[in-house]
């Protein structure tokens, strides 16, 4: 089955900027779309941004809109989140997922990494 891990979570200051790895195993041609999510403490998970294999679309969060982008290196089998303009309010836990339905929300998606750890300080 799909497997995913991602990288490049840690801590930055408010304005900062990270970039976020997931990389993709075991790839299925079942598999519409990445996604990245994240979830604070206390806070249910939201959708941050996607990304279509077929048509490249991309959609993104309005919290996120014009700070992050997503992106795909086929070559790597990876998927990107770049994240410029940090907030404190971006601080959580960030994950990828791999979807069959897709959409704004996690119920879309049916493979998960293990997450990784932004915290944004001000």
């Known amino acids: 089955q799909v497997q995913l891990v991602e990288s490049g979570g840690g801590s930055v200051q408010a304005g900062g900027s990270l970039t976020l790895s997931c990389a993709v195993a075991r790839y299925s041609s079942e598999i519409k779309c990445i996604g990245w999510f994240r979830q604070a403490p206390g806070k249910e998970r939201e959708g941050v941004a996607r990304?279509?294999?077929?048509?490249?679309?991309?959609y993104y969060d309005d919290s996120v809109k014009d700070r992050f982008t997503i992106s795909q290196d086929n070559a790597k089998n990876t998927v990107y989140l770049q994240m410029n303009s940090l907030k404190p309010e971006d601080t959580a836990m960030y994950y990828c997922?791999?979807?069959?339905?897709?959409?704004?929300?996690?119920?879309?998606?049916?493979?998960w990494g293990q997450g990784t750890q932004v915290t944004v300080s001000s």
């Open positions: 990304f279509y294999r077929g048509t490249r679309e991309t």
């Open positions: 997922a791999a979807g069959v339905l897709c959409g704004s929300t996690s119920a879309g998606f049916s493979y």
